[in-house]
């Protein structure tokens, strides 16, 4: 029944946002340091400490740049507070061994910090390949990965000057770590071990990781089903703030099919686990995510702001960005 009520009021307020054709344009937002985020980016650190971590037991290490939470018996989080992007990695402990799901921004030593979360051998496995997820896979013995095109692109790494903007002021608030020097920044190549694709379990050890192709923020966008457990690792393709349609590398159309696909997901879910802000959301927000694209599609949402050249579409708890109207 409560979960029948999340659903009545999300699609309620989605309703809310509905207006019929012909309203003026949207009123325009700009950012002087974070661009092409959405509106309102500038100072984004204000939001933080975000009360949503409260519930969880926050774990001792020893990296200042990263903070751990035990998400539940079997699940850790790894989150980079100190740079815009809020990224958050997922340690999940198996019987066998644990999976990395991402490695985050590269900037502290993720491996540092997952040698003193656990003894077990660890796969890496990415969400998709943005820098923002991949920066530590290099620190890794073993990473499994697609083999779209776009992966074994990015595989290879990148030059400073590819990622360097991502530094800058407004950026990152929180001293960088010891020893990090920020003008020989940049992503790293790495191999890739194993070649995942649609439908692959993925058996740590008592849990099993179901592989979904979610394309649409990226091409090679994933998403992880542990359909026992009730549990979607959702990557980038939905979290609580401006979900990114409009980048290099984004489809509208391809992100709107996977919106679809994981609104028919939602009843098989109770929680998302999102890779950015907070770790946890409830399960009925997928049913969100699809009416979202929906609506959108349809020309039927009405609070919109033009921000840094883009549309940016408002829902309850995030938003869509989308370089125009599709």
């Known amino acids: 029944m409560l979960r029948l009520m999340i659903v009545s009021i999300l699609l309620a307020l989605a309703a809310c946002s509905e207006q019929p054709a012909g309203n003026s344009e949207p009123a325009a937002a700009n950012n002087e340091q974070v661009q092409n985020r959405g509106a309102d980016k500038d100072k984004w650190w204000d939001a933080l400490p975000r009360p949503e971590w409260g519930q969880y037991e926050k774990i001792e290490q020893s990296e200042d740049w990263f903070e751990v939470y035990r998400i539940d018996d079997d699940i850790l989080a790894i989150y980079e507070p100190g740079q815009f992007e809020e990224v958050i990695s997922f340690l999940i402990i198996g019987e066998d061994f644990a999976l990395m799901f991402d490695t985050g921004l ?7 910090v997952v040698d003193q979360l656990t003894d077990l051998d660890v796969v890496v496995l990415n969400s998709h390949t943005h820098y923002d997820h991949i920066g530590g896979n ?27 903007g991502f530094l800058a002021e407004g950026w990152v608030w929180k001293p960088l770590p010891d020893g990090f020097n920020a003008d020989t920044y940049q992503s790293y190549a790495f191999d890739i071990d194993r070649i995942v694709t649609e439908g692959d379990i993925i058996d740590i ?20 089903i542990d359909r026992e457990n009730r549990q979607l690792f959702t990557g980038d393709t939905f979290y609580l703030a401006p979900l990114y349609a409009h980048i290099p590398g984004a489809s509208f159309e391809d992100y709107m099919q996977t919106a679809e696909r994981l609104a028919r997901l939602a009843g098989d879910i109770d929680t998302a686990i999102t890779s950015h802000t907070v770790p946890v959301v409830d399960g009925a927000y997928m049913t969100a995510l699809g009416q979202a694209f929906a609506d959108i599609a349809a020309g039927t949402v009405m609070d919109v702001t033009l921000s840094d050249g883009h549309r940016e579409y408002h829902f309850d708890g995030f938003s869509v960005i989308v370089s125009d109207t599709p």
């Not at 590269?106 to 540092?112: K, V």
């Not at 083999?147 to 990622?163: D, F, I, K």
């Not at 050890?205 to 923020?217: A, N, S, V």
């Open 106 to 112: 590269g900037i502290g030593n993720i491996r540092r």
């Open 205 to 224: 050890g008592g849990r099993q990781l179901e592989i979904l192709f979610t394309p649409g923020h990226a091409p090679d966008s994933i998403c992880l």
């Open 138 to 164: 290099h620190l890794f013995d073993t990473i499994y990965g697609t083999g779209l095109a776009y992966t074994t692109e990015r595989a290879q790494g990148s030059a400073p000057e590819a990622v360097a």
